[in-house]
């Protein structure tokens, strides 16, 4: 199973609104990170949190880790056309290597 | 420019027909590693490699083979594809420096096979 499961599954909103998308995780984890991905291309890293840290911000972009909960979310501000993509929350454990685990991906659909 | 390349973007093959998709990076990266992408299931790590001659398993090695002889190399070998192995491959790469670095990932391959 995943450990990273993204909440919600697809996610229509207008340009201007604010988009959040949550992330839970099953296991201790050494950092998540959050990238963006368009239409079947290469991912893109949006940001990363330490498994210290409770929240960051980046541009338009604020994510919040709760390691009690095992969960993450990720706000994406004053929406844009262009911020349609696919976000995935991805977790690093440090099983002697380090194992990148993905969710399944909240689709965001931002109408102009 | 810092990229990683892989090679080639599509590829149509058929059951059992050994092929390699490539990947290369030119960010002297000590971490690479391999994913395959299915619709619904996000991204499932195969294969992974800390360094040259240092590889292991992700969550879904079976049918794969990798290997990495150079720090800028790490090709993904299918010795006997099969249909199930249909899918979006992705390779990354990033510095290991305690896991606290983003990942850079190449464009993608779509491999269909038949």
């Known amino acids: 199973s995943q450990q990273g499961e993204e909440d919600p599954q697809a996610l229509s909103i207008q340009e201007g609104e604010n988009a959040t998308m949550n992330c839970s995780y099953k296991?201790?984890?050494?950092?998540l990170q959050w990238y963006r991905q368009n239409s079947g291309r290469g991912l893109v890293h949006l940001i990363l949190?330490?498994?210290?840290?409770r929240e960051k911000h980046s541009g338009r972009l604020r994510v919040t880790l709760d390691t009690s909960k095992k969960s993450s979310s990720l706000l994406i501000t004053a929406s844009r056309a262009a911020d349609t993509a696919s976000y995935f929350c991805?977790?690093?454990?440090?099983?002697?290597?380090?194992?990148?685990?993905f969710g399944a991906g909240t689709r965001l659909f931002v109408k102009a | 420019e810092a990229q990683v390349t892989q090679n080639p973007r599509y590829l149509i093959t058929v059951t059992g027909k050994k092929l390699t998709v490539t990947c290369s990076q030119n960010?002297?990266?000590?971490?690479m590693s391999w994913y395959r992408q299915d619709p619904g299931l996000g991204l499932r790590q195969i294969y992974y490699?800390?360094?040259?001659?240092?590889?292991d398993k992700g969550d879904v090695p079976e049918g794969y083979k990798v290997s990495r002889k150079e720090k800028r190399n790490f090709p993904l070998i299918l010795e006997s594809p099969s249909p199930n192995q249909t899918s979006l491959y992705f390779c990354?790469?990033?510095?290991?420096?305690?896991?606290?670095?983003?990942?850079?990932f190449g464009p993608g391959t779509r491999l269909t096979v038949l």
């Open positions: 296991t201790s984890i050494n950092n």
């Open positions: 490699s800390m360094n040259v001659e240092v590889t």
């Open positions: 960010m002297n990266h000590e971490y």
């Open positions: 991805a977790t690093d454990r440090d099983t002697g290597g380090f194992k990148t685990i």
């Open positions: 990354a790469s990033r510095f290991q420096g305690g896991s606290y670095n983003e990942q850079f």
């Open positions: 949190i330490r498994s210290n840290e």
